[in-house]
């Protein structure tokens, strides 16, 4: 099978990196988008191939891929293309409520993934927080490596909440800010999407 490692500087295992892999078989590596499903991250540590599921590992030179029959259940791989299902979640707010994704179906919702360490989210906010007036839910999904941003957004519109990895995980956030807007069905209406598309879609 044909694959590619996809690293920047000559490093090839960082978390954040990915392996491109010809997983329809057609002789070509499909990474027209980052949520191409032949593009893997790193941080997934697993892939399946014609069905059987593999752990891999990427040697940091990138002079080798390492494919190993994986021991435990590996759910599917969900897909995060505009049309799909998004993928539900359970996150607490700084409050100590829950929200939960499916709870807030049949509004138009916006997942924020951002970073308090992150210059261009912080330059976002007030585009963001313009949201919830013109009929958005926003789901403010803060990574805690960034640091605290309880006084940063005390006040702010919104569910805030500091997410150690489990949501972003699942939405395969490799860099900040992203943004997901989901629809009142609870299809992804726009994956990864800019601000200015956000804006022009009617909640």
């Not at 860099?175 to 609870?186: A, E, H, N, Q, S």
């Amino acid at each position: 099978m044909q694959f590619e490692l996809l690293g920047t500087d000559g490093v090839y295992d960082e978390q954040f990196q990915m392996v491109a892999f010809d997983l329809n078989r057609d002789g070509t590596l499909d990474a027209s988008s980052l949520d191409s499903d032949e593009l893997i991250h790193n941080f997934e540590k697993h892939v399946t191939i014609d069905g059987r599921a593999y752990d891999f590992t990427t040697d940091r030179a990138g002079a080798s891929l390492t494919l190993r029959p994986s021991a435990d259940k590996v759910s599917p791989r969900v897909s995060l293309h505009k049309g799909a299902p998004a993928p539900d979640f359970t996150a607490s707010t700084l409050e100590g409520a829950p929200v939960t994704l499916a709870k807030l179906r049949g509004k138009t919702v916006l997942l924020d993934f951002w970073s308090k360490s992150c210059t261009p989210c912080l330059r976002s906010m007030p585009i963001v927080e313009e949201l919830p007036a013109k009929g958005f839910e926003v789901v403010s999904i803060a990574d805690a490596d960034g640091g605290d941003v309880t006084e940063l957004v005390k006040g702010h519109p919104g569910h805030h909440v500091i997410d150690f990895g489990t949501v972003q995980s699942l939405y395969r956030i490799d860099r900040f800010p992203t943004y997901f807007l989901v629809g009142k069905d609870g299809s992804i209406l726009c994956a990864r999407c800019g601000l200015p598309e956000i804006m022009d879609t009617p909640p």
